[in-house]
C-alpha cells in the first residue's frame, strides 16, 4: 500500500508529490494522459507561492530564465491610464514570474516520481484506514490502495471524489482566443498590459525569449476553424494597441471560462485540490497559483498524518477553510476581471476607462496590486518563511 496516491501529474500534483517524496513518503502518481502535454494555459507563478515554495528550492528553479514582472499597465487608445505595482508590495518577491506552462511543471517536479501514464482513474473512495482508487490501465480496471489520495486532476477529475450535488459550476458564456508569439525586444518587455476597447479586452503578457501571451475577449458563436481563430485574433491586437505584434499571431486557441467553488475539499482520506476543488476564470491569471498553494500548505499536514498516524483532524479543518475562502476571495475577483473585459457601448467604455482610472489611481492602487498578486490569499505570506504554519496542533 502507497502512503500517497495522487491523481493528476499537471502542475499541482506534480508538486504535491515532490514535495512529500522529499518528506520521505511513498507517493504514485496517476496520470491519464499518454505524454506531457506541451500547451500552456497558466504563465504566472504569483508572490505568495514564490514565498511558500522558497524554503523547498523550488522557487530558485522557477526563478531560472523567468521573466519578473514587476508592472502592470491598463491602457486605451494607445495610452496608459492606470499602473499596477507589484514592486512596490510589501512581499519577499513583489513581482509574478512568467515562463510556459511545461518549464514550471519541469521546475515543480524535481525529486518526484514519474507518472504512471495512461491511467484514467474512474473513483476515488475512502475507507476507514486507507483509500480506494478504481483506475483503468492497459484495457483493464484495477484498484490501488493508498493511505491518503489525493485528486488533482483538474476539472475533468471533478466527478471522481466530490459530490455531485455540493456545487455547480457556472459558465460565464465568454469566449477568448489565446496565442504566444514572438514580438522580439521591446520597451515593455517586462510590463503586463491590458488593453481596453470597447469590442471587449486585450490581455498581453510578457513571456522570456522576446515572447508575449496575448489573449483577447472573441465573440461566442464565432466561426471555430484555425484560420478564423487566427484573423481574428491579429484583427483584435491591430484595433487594440498591439498592431505591430499582429504578424506574429500564426495559430490560436479558443476556450471559454467557468467558475466553481467547492464548499468542501475532503472526504476522510480524499482530498481535492486544484482546479478539482475551485476552477476560477484564468483573467487574471490566479487559477494554478490556487492549487499549488493548497499543494504547499497541504503537504506538511500529509506527511504528519503518515508518520505520526495519527490523522490532524483540526489542522486539516483549518486548512480546508483557508483554501476554500482563499478560493472564493479568487473567483469573485476573476468573475470582475471578466466583466470588466467585455464589450461596452462608447458611452460605457468612456464610464470603464474613467472608473479603471481611478482606481488604479492612489490610495486605491496599492489595493489592486494586492489584490492581483494574490495578497488576499489566506495563506500569503509577507516574506519568505515556508508554510509549515498550517502544520498547527490537532
Request: aromatic content about 4%; cysteine-free; charged content about 25%.
Amino acid at each position: 500500500m502507497r502512503d500517497v496516491i495522487i491523481v493528476g501529474a499537471g502542475p499541482v500534483g506534480v508538486l504535491l508529490a515532490a514535495d512529500l517524496s522529499r518528506r520521505g513518503l511513498d507517493v504514485e502518481v496517476l496520470e491519464r494522459r499518454e505524454a506531457a502535454g506541451r500547451g500552456s494555459r497558466a504563465v504566472g507563478v504569483h508572490p505568495p507561492v514564490l514565498a511558500a515554495l522558497e524554503p523547498s528550492g523550488v522557487t530558485e528553479r522557477l526563478l531560472d530564465g523567468a521573466v519578473r514582472v514587476g508592472r502592470g499597465e491598463a491602457r486605451a487608445g494607445g495610452r496608459v491610464i492606470g499602473v499596477v505595482r507589484f514592486d512596490r508590495l510589501a512581499v519577499r518577491f513583489p513581482f509574478v514570474a512568467t515562463q510556459p506552462q511545461h518549464r514550471t511543471e519541469a521546475a515543480l517536479a524535481v525529486g518526484g516520481p514519474e507518472p504512471v501514464r495512461g491511467a484514467t482513474v474512474l473513483a476515488a473512495l475512502p475507507r476507514p484506514d486507507h483509500a480506494v482508487v478504481r483506475v483503468a490501465i492497459g484495457g483493464r480496471t484495477v484498484e490501488r490502495r493508498g493511505r491518503i489520495v489525493v485528486v488533482a486532476a483538474g476539472a475533468a477529475g471533478r466527478g471522481v471524489a466530490l459530490r455531485r450535488d455540493r456545487a455547480t459550476a457556472r459558465d460565464y458564456g465568454d469566449r477568448y482566443l489565446m496565442a504566444d508569439a514572438e514580438v522580439g525586444e521591446r520597451t515593455d518587455a517586462e510590463v503586463a498590459v491590458v488593453h481596453l476597447h470597447r469590442d471587449g479586452v486585450l490581455e498581453s503578457f510578457p513571456l522570456p525569449g522576446g515572447t508575449r501571451r496575448f489573449v483577447a475577449w472573441d465573440p461566442p458563436g464565432a466561426e471555430a476553424s484555425a484560420p478564423a481563430r487566427v484573423e481574428r485574433l491579429r484583427r483584435a491586437l491591430a484595433v487594440r494597441g498591439e498592431a505591430d505584434a499582429a504578424h506574429a499571431i500564426t495559430e490560436a486557441t479558443a476556450f471559454g471560462v467557468r467558475r466553481f467553488v467547492s464548499p468542501s475539499m475532503r472526504r476522510g482520506r480524499v482530498l481535492v485540490v486544484g482546479d478539482a476543488a475551485h476552477e476560477v476564470s484564468p483573467i487574471g491569471g490566479q487559477g494554478m497559483n490556487l492549487g499549488l498553494l493548497d499543494a504547499a500548505t497541504l503537504a506538511p499536514l500529509l506527511a504528519r498524518w503518515i508518520d505520526s498516524g495519527a490523522e490532524p483532524g483540526l489542522a486539516l479543518e483549518r486548512w480546508e477553510r483557508r483554501r476554500v475562502a482563499s478560493s472564493q476571495v479568487a473567483a469573485r475577483l476573476a468573475g470582475w476581471n471578466t466583466a470588466l473585459g467585455r464589450p461596452r457601448s462608447p458611452g460605457g467604455d468612456a464610464v470603464r476607462r474613467a472608473g479603471l482610472q481611478a482606481g488604479l489611481a492612489p490610495p486605491l492602487g496599492a489595493l489592486f496590486a494586492r489584490a492581483y498578486a494574490m495578497g488576499f490569499d489566506r495563506d500569503a505570506l509577507p516574506s519568505a518563511g515556508g508554510v509549515d504554519h498550517a502544520d498547527g496542533g490537532s
